[in-house]
Each structure stands twice: as structure tokens, then as C-alpha cells.
């Protein structure tokens, strides 16, 4: 039985609440507050789109002289028909997918989560999307953001229907334009790139945008001191980066960081060059998954270097178990570089951090501990990370399964941060796997589309930007 009267009972508690001190609570007591609000407005968003689909099926606008749900709620909740639009759908949603409701009314998830579970429903098949959900979907929407969840989608949908990566590549090679008009005191750049311009443009601008010291400084410590700080904002190091790029040959000299070229990077798995059941597709770093078009298309003038892996680690942070390649010097080699994106993924190795311009870090440092430059002892930090591990405020040590253990340090205390986001990816990765085994398995090899080769040899071609990873499990 419903009872209404709980409404008003909610009402009056919620302002009690309003009515506390807060200007009195303490740190903890601020967060812990923050916390439980949001839990509430995520609850409250939920049962919002639940009643609005309600609506929809029981026509309960009517009774207030409104032609539809949508009109209803401009007028009495003074919603937009965007807004309104996107409860009604996450209603659907919550209904079609009852776990997915479920999350939301507890207050695990968010609607913006609950929004990229119904673009999902449009792409990929009901099934198959529930399945996914039940079993790797909705615990990584519970822990991380809906961008996250989108990209987890986003693969989803292309295992499910591989052809639609190469199609996407052939569309943006058609809507190719780049405009410079003159707007006031300078100029506007506008238009649309097709994956591979587009990949090579954010890749120069990540590296040749970063932050920059005016003085030299240590390989293992902060890469500037106060004095000698980069102090432009973002936007003029983006611009400055595009002066540069115009200003310099690209092939003999971009900006780049300690001996690395900005590069596009591909990253392949050998079972996926031997057409085996399962294999995970080509990704373009920067982008994402890419067809066998594609690939041919970057692979034939690409630099490929060939990094040997096995499996993956099983400690807190699961990486990629790279084969060492390190030798006994301060600086890292490029092959050493290369395997350490590989490792990683191309993000900072920090739970949590997902930059990815990356510095590398003697996990024993080369002069205080006498550390090695051997891939065992070197970890991926974004700047900001670097300098924490170094200000003493983050802790970073190899546990025994071959990965990283970040710890909180604050005083005392060394807590362990476990990596939530790379332990929902790896699981991502091991679902999809299976799916694609089941799919390919309907198949013979024969059949299976070929893959162009790379032009020359395989271990060493070098040609442009592009570096192609091909990775050995």
C-alpha cells in the first residue's frame, strides 16, 4: 500500500537537516556528508525516472489537463524537454535492465550511468547486453565514472559487431575538412579530422603541450623546481605546441620528452595477427578500437617493435607481464619506454589516473637506493603523480606478481590503494575474450577476413609517426 504521508515525513527531515550547523562540522564530518547527499540525489533521480515512466504507461497527466508527460513536467516540475526526456528513458532503462534500477535506487550508480546503459540498449543487442551487465557492466558502473562505462559499451558493441569499426573509419574519411577563418583579433579553426589525423594531432599535443621546466633538473626527482617552474596556462601550452609543430619538421624533429618522439601508438596481440579465436582487435592509443583496414593501412608505414608478454600480474594492480628489457643506466631506452606504455596501457600507473603522459620512475630509486634501470624497477607516473612520490605523499613499491602497491601515506600511516578501475578492465577484457571465442567459433579460418601484412620486416620498419606494438601473450 502506498503511503504518501513518508513524503512529508522525508520533507520535514530533510529540513532538519538543513537547518544544522554546518559551518561547525569537522573535515571528516564534510566529506562523509557530501557523501550521503549524493547518495540521496542519485536515489532521488532514480525514483524520479521510475514515476515519470509511471506516467508515461498509466497517463496520469491527464488528470491535471496536460496532453502528455513531457508537458507535465515543464509545467509542474519545471523541467526541461531534454531533462524529462532523459528520466523517461532512464526509466525505461531501470525496467529492461531490473539490476541496473536496482543500483540506482540503492544509490550505487548515478544517472549519467544509468543514461549510457540505455544508449547501449540502442547499439547491442538486449541479451547480449544484459548478460554483460549482470556479469561486468554494473560492477564497474559502481566503480567508476559513466565515461568509463561508455567506453566498456563502446567495446561491448564492437565485439558484438566487428564491422562497425572499419564503417566508422571509412564515414570520417568522407567528412574530412579543416577551416581557417578570420573571427575578430585572430583566427578559427574548425572542422572534422577522420581517427588517424585526428590521433595524430591529440598524440603531438599531449606530449608537446605538457609542462615544461626551464632548467635542468634531476632524471628521478621533480622535473622542476619552483623557480624554474612552466608556468603558462593549458590553453597557451596548446597553442605554443601548434606554433611548434607548424615551425618544425615533423619527421626530424618533433618537441618531444627525454629522446621520445610523440608517436601514434598501435597496439596489437600476436593471436589476433594469427587469426586465433578470441583475440582481442587492434587499438589505436588515443582512440580505441580500430578494424583490419585500419591496421593494414598504419602498419604498412609504421615502426613495429615487438614486446613479449605473459598474461598479467595478479596483485592489486594488474598490469601486462612484460619481459624485462632494461639495462644497467639511469635513463630508460626507448624499448624500455615502449614497454612500460604497453604494461600500463598508456595511463599513469596510479590507481585512479588516467593521464597519459607519462614520466618514469625508478620504484628504488637509482641514487638513494641504488636502483636499476630494468623494466622491473621502472613505473609510468603522470608529472603530478612523479612529484607526489617524490613529495612523500604517495608511496609506490613492487609487490610479488610482478605489478606496482600504491599506498596513502600520510604520517604514519601507508595504506594500500587497490586499483578498482584497472581490476574492472582486466575482468572487461577476459568477458569480452569469451564472447569473441563464441563468436568466432561459428567460424572456420578460412573464412575469416586476412590482414594486410606489414610492408618489410616485421621486427624493424620504420616510416612517419606510427609505432606498432605487436604484443606476444
Same mark, same amino acid.
Given at each position: 500500500?502506498?503511503?504518501?504521508?513518508?513524503?512529508?515525513?522525508?520533507?520535514?527531515?530533510?529540513?532538519?537537516?538543513?537547518?544544522?550547523?554546518?559551518?561547525?562540522?569537522?573535515?571528516?564530518?564534510?566529506?562523509?556528508?557530501?557523501?550521503?547527499?549524493?547518495?540521496?540525489?542519485?536515489?532521488?533521480?532514480?525514483?524520479?525516472?521510475?514515476?515519470?515512466?509511471?506516467?508515461?504507461?498509466?497517463?496520469?497527466?491527464?488528470?491535471?489537463?496536460?496532453?502528455?508527460?513531457?508537458?507535465?513536467?515543464?509545467?509542474?516540475?519545471?523541467?526541461?524537454?531534454?531533462?524529462?526526456?532523459?528520466?523517461?528513458?532512464?526509466?525505461?532503462?531501470?525496467?529492461?535492465?531490473?539490476?541496473?534500477?536496482?543500483?540506482?535506487?540503492?544509490?550505487?550508480?548515478? &544517472?549519467?550511468?544509468?543514461?549510457?546503459?540505455?544508449?547501449?540498449?540502442?547499439?547491442?543487442?538486449?541479451?547480449?547486453?544484459?548478460?554483460?551487465?549482470?556479469?561486468?557492466?554494473?560492477?564497474?558502473?559502481?566503480?567508476?565514472?559513466?565515461?568509463?562505462?561508455?567506453?566498456?559499451?563502446?567495446? &561491448?558493441?564492437?565485439?558484438?559487431?566487428?564491422?562497425?569499426?572499419?564503417?566508422?573509419?571509412?564515414?570520417?574519411?568522407?567528412?574530412?575538412?579543416?577551416?581557417?577563418?578570420?573571427?575578430?583579433?585572430?583566427?578559427?579553426?574548425?572542422?572534422?579530422?577522420?581517427?588517424?589525423?585526428?590521433?595524430?594531432?591529440?598524440?603531438?599535443?599531449?606530449?608537446?603541450?605538457?609542462?615544461?621546466?626551464?632548467?635542468?633538473?634531476?632524471?628521478?626527482?621533480?622535473?622542476?623546481?619552483?623557480?624554474?617552474?612552466?608556468?603558462?596556462?593549458?590553453?597557451?601550452?596548446?597553442?605554443?605546441?601548434?606554433?611548434?609543430?607548424?615551425?618544425?619538421?615533423?619527421?626530424?624533429?618533433?618537441?618531444?620528452?627525454?629522446?621520445?618522439?610523440?608517436?601514434?601508438?598501435?597496439?596489437?596481440?600476436?593471436?589476433?595477427?594469427?587469426?586465433?579465436?578470441?583475440?582481442?582487435?587492434?587499438?589505436?592509443?588515443?582512440?580505441?578500437?580500430?578494424?583490419?583496414?585500419?591496421?593494414?593501412?598504419?602498419?604498412?608505414?609504421?615502426?613495429?617493435?615487438?614486446?613479449?608478454?605473459?598474461?598479467?600480474?595478479?596483485?592489486?594492480?594488474?598490469?601486462?607481464?612484460?619481459?624485462?628489457?632494461?639495462?644497467?643506466?639511469?635513463?630508460?631506452?626507448?624499448?624500455?619506454?615502449?614497454?612500460?606504455?604497453?604494461?600500463?596501457?598508456?595511463?599513469?600507473?596510479?590507481?585512479?589516473?588516467?593521464?597519459?603522459?607519462?614520466? &618514469?620512475?625508478?620504484?628504488?630509486?637509482?641514487?638513494?637506493?641504488?636502483?636499476?634501470?630494468?623494466?622491473?624497477?621502472?613505473?609510468?607516473?603522470?608529472?603530478?603523480?612523479?612529484?607526489?612520490?617524490?613529495?612523500?605523499?604517495?608511496?609506490?613499491?613492487?609487490?610479488?606478481?610482478?605489478?606496482?602497491?600504491?599506498?596513502?601515506?600520510?604520517?604514519?600511516?601507508?595504506?594500500?590503494?587497490?586499483?578498482?578501475?584497472?581490476?574492472?578492465?582486466?575482468?572487461?577484457?577476459?568477458?569480452?575474450?569469451?564472447?569473441?571465442?563464441?563468436?568466432?567459433?561459428?567460424?572456420?579460418?578460412?573464412?575469416?577476413?586476412?590482414?594486410?601484412?606489414?610492408?618489410?620486416?616485421?621486427?624493424?620498419?620504420?616510416?612517419?609517426?606510427?609505432?606498432?606494438?605487436?604484443?606476444?601473450?
Amino acid at each position: 500500500m502506498f503511503d504518501s504521508s513518508r513524503y512529508a515525513a522525508l520533507n520535514e527531515a530533510f529540513d532538519a537537516v538543513v537547518e544544522m550547523p554546518h559551518e561547525f562540522a569537522d573535515t571528516m564530518q564534510t566529506r562523509a556528508a557530501l557523501r550521503t547527499l549524493q547518495a540521496m540525489s542519485d536515489r532521488a533521480e532514480g525514483l524520479r525516472a521510475r514515476l515519470l515512466r509511471q506516467m508515461d504507461e498509466t497517463g496520469a497527466y491527464a488528470d491535471d489537463g496536460a496532453s502528455s508527460t513531457l508537458s507535465w513536467a515543464r509545467r509542474e516540475l519545471r523541467l526541461s524537454a531534454a531533462s524529462t526526456a532523459r528520466l523517461r528513458a532512464a526509466g525505461r532503462t531501470m525496467q529492461v535492465l531490473p539490476g541496473v534500477g536496482e543500483a540506482m535506487l540503492a544509490g550505487e550508480i548515478r &544517472l549519467d550511468h544509468v543514461a549510457q546503459f540505455t544508449g547501449g540498449l540502442r547499439r547491442v543487442d538486449t541479451a547480449v547486453l544484459a548478460d554483460a551487465t549482470q556479469q561486468i557492466l554494473l560492477p564497474l558502473a559502481k566503480q567508476a565514472a559513466p565515461s568509463d562505462l561508455a567506453v566498456a559499451i563502446d567495446r &561491448l558493441d564492437e565485439v558484438t559487431h566487428p564491422s562497425k569499426v572499419d564503417e566508422a573509419w571509412r564515414r570520417g574519411m568522407d567528412r574530412r575538412d579543416v577551416q581557417v577563418t578570420r573571427a575578430g583579433d585572430g583566427y578559427h579553426l574548425a572542422g572534422f579530422v577522420d581517427i588517424v589525423l585526428g590521433a595524430k594531432l591529440a598524440s603531438f599535443l599531449v606530449a608537446a603541450s605538457a609542462p615544461r621546466s626551464t632548467g635542468p633538473g634531476e632524471a628521478d626527482g621533480p622535473a622542476g623546481s619552483a623557480s624554474c617552474a612552466d608556468e603558462r596556462p593549458a590553453s597557451q601550452r596548446r597553442t605554443d605546441a601548434l606554433h611548434e609543430l607548424l615551425d618544425t619538421a615533423i619527421a626530424d624533429g618533433i618537441p618531444g620528452d627525454k629522446g621520445v618522439r610523440p608517436q601514434l601508438h598501435v597496439t596489437v596481440e600476436a593471436e589476433w595477427l594469427s587469426h586465433q579465436p578470441g583475440s582481442a582487435p587492434p587499438t589505436l592509443q588515443g582512440y580505441g578500437v580500430i578494424g583490419p583496414d585500419l591496421y593494414g593501412y598504419l602498419a604498412c608505414e609504421g615502426d613495429h617493435t615487438t614486446v613479449l608478454t605473459h598474461g598479467t600480474t595478479s596483485g592489486r594492480t594488474p598490469y601486462a607481464a612484460v619481459l624485462n628489457v632494461g639495462r644497467t643506466r639511469r635513463l630508460a631506452t626507448r624499448a624500455q619506454r615502449v614497454a612500460v606504455r604497453v604494461q600500463q596501457d598508456g595511463h599513469c600507473a596510479s590507481p585512479g589516473c588516467s593521464h597519459t603522459n607519462l614520466e &618514469l620512475h625508478h620504484v628504488s630509486w637509482w641514487e638513494r637506493d641504488g636502483g636499476r634501470t630494468d623494466l622491473v624497477n621502472l613505473v609510468g607516473l603522470c608529472r603530478a603523480c612523479h612529484l607526489a612520490v617524490h613529495a612523500g605523499r604517495l608511496g609506490v613499491e613492487r609487490d610479488e606478481a610482478g605489478g606496482f602497491v600504491f599506498r596513502r601515506v600520510h604520517g604514519p600511516s601507508r595504506r594500500a590503494i587497490e586499483d578498482r578501475d584497472r581490476i574492472h578492465r582486466r575482468r572487461f577484457r577476459d568477458y569480452l575474450h569469451a564472447l569473441g571465442v563464441a563468436r568466432d567459433g561459428a567460424f572456420e579460418p578460412a573464412s575469416r577476413q586476412q590482414v594486410t601484412a606489414p610492408c618489410g620486416s616485421l621486427e624493424r620498419h620504420r616510416a612517419g609517426m606510427v609505432d606498432v606494438s605487436i604484443t606476444k601473450r
